[in-house]
Every structure is written in C-alpha cells, then in structure tokens.
C-alpha cells in the first residue's frame, strides 16, 4: 500500500536554530501534502496545505515565516522550522494522498524538543 | 466553521467486548469521512475512508457508518483485542483533496 515517510523521527535542538523535516511519497506522486502539528492529548492542527511547485497555503495563526514549506517535487515536501524556540516543540505530521478522494496517508511524526 | 466531536474521550473494555465509537460534526457538507488509528507517539494509520455518498464502509472487524444529514459516524470494532487499544481519530475532509478537519479522539483500552 501507500507509503508515506518522514524523517526524522525524533530532533532535539537548542533554542535559535532551524530544523527541517522531511515528508517523502515513496510509491505514489502527491500533488498536494499536508503538515500538522499536535499537541499531547489534543487532535491534529492542520498547520499549512503543501502544493507542488507553488506557494503553501497555511491555516490561520500560523506565520509562514516560521514555518517555511517547499514542496520540490510529487514525491517530496519539507517543513523548516526557523529559529525554534520552546514553545515549537511539538509533534509535527506530514500527510500526502495520490488523488482527490483517495484515503490520505501520514507519516509517522516528527517529535521536535527545542531546548 | 467545521467542528467535529468524538465521545467518549476515553474508554475501557476487556478483550472480546464490542466497541463503539462516536463521532459528530456540525457541518454536513464534507467530501468524505476518514477513521484512523493513532499508537502512541506514532503518526496516524487510515482505517476506513467513507465518501459522502456512502452509508458504511467494512473492513475485517471494523465497521463505520455515516449519516451525512444528521452529522455522525460510528465506528464499531467487533470482539476487541488488546492489540485494539490505541487513539481512533476521525476526521472529515472539507475539500476534494483532503484538508481534513480532526476530532479530539477517543482513547481505547483493551484489557486482556
């Protein structure tokens, strides 16, 4: 079945760097991908709508600034988390579909823990 | 705006009981409804995807319905196990390419 893999899976970094994550198809071409972010014991956010060769579309109160997305290709998006500070550390989930209307697949997390 | 509500928030059953899980959203107008399963730490793993169109999806123990007018979905999960526990997550798609808009979920327990 579809795949969807996500790298890595753990990060811990100190407050003021930037960590990129990466969310790839492996056997399918996604022409759109999403990024969430969840908090423990609460549902997914959908951070940002992630669309191949043009511009994300994020969720309203997420600053794009921060949370840079580029979509290269069908099979890759990343999601760079710029000048990280404590309050980012999160569990961030990609998820890509093959069509409209297919069932979306995720990947398998990122937990991020910015010291 | 889309709001969608899973009762109850946690539940525990011994192994072999039957499981129901509710799910209930405020707007009708949804392209699909999607069940997933949530381990610990893990990301998420589709378990059923019913289209607006469709009253009830099957796949091996697991059963959801959908009734669009009314804003609700069921999933059932026959004879649990104790491998059944995890989070179930339900989510409605807004958009025929998938911004899905998240319950809270509904922790299960199995007991052996």
């Known amino acids: 079945g579809a795949v969807v893999s996500q790298h890595p899976s753990r990060v811990i970094c100190k407050s003021g760097t930037s960590v990129k994550i990466e969310c790839r198809s492996l056997?399918?071409?996604?022409?759109?991908m999403f990024w969430y972010r969840q908090f423990p014991k609460q549902s997914l956010m959908l951070m940002a709508t992630?669309?191949?060769?043009?511009?994300?579309?994020?969720e309203q109160g997420v600053e794009k600034d921060k949370f840079l997305i580029n979509h290269a290709s069908l099979t890759l998006s990343t999601l760079t988390v710029t000048s990280a500070h404590p309050e980012d550390s999160s569990f961030y989930i990609c998820?890509?579909?093959?069509?409209?209307?297919?069932?979306?697949?995720f990947g398998n997390g990122t937990r991020l823990t910015v010291t | 705006k889309q709001e969608v509500t899973q009762i109850p928030a946690a539940l525990s059953v011994p192994e072999g009981e039957n499981l129901v899980l509710n799910c209930s959203f405020t707007?009708?107008?949804?392209?699909?409804l999607q069940w997933f399963r949530q381990d610990p730490g893990k990301g998420l793993t589709s378990l059923l995807l019913i289209q607006s169109s469709q009253r009830e999806q099957t796949s091996g123990r697991l059963n959801a319905s959908l009734d669009k007018s009314s804003g609700r979905s069921t999933l059932y999960i026959a004879a649990s196990q104790p491998g059944d526990s995890a989070t179930y997550l339900c989510a409605v798609s807004t958009d025929s390419w998938g911004k899905l808009q998240f319950g809270a979920g509904t922790q299960v327990v199995v007991t052996p």
């Open positions: 056997d399918f071409q996604a022409t759109t």
């Open positions: 998820s890509a579909r093959e069509q409209s209307n297919s069932p979306l697949h």
């Open positions: 992630s669309n191949e060769g043009s511009k994300a579309t994020y």
């Open positions: 707007d009708s107008a949804i392209y699909n």
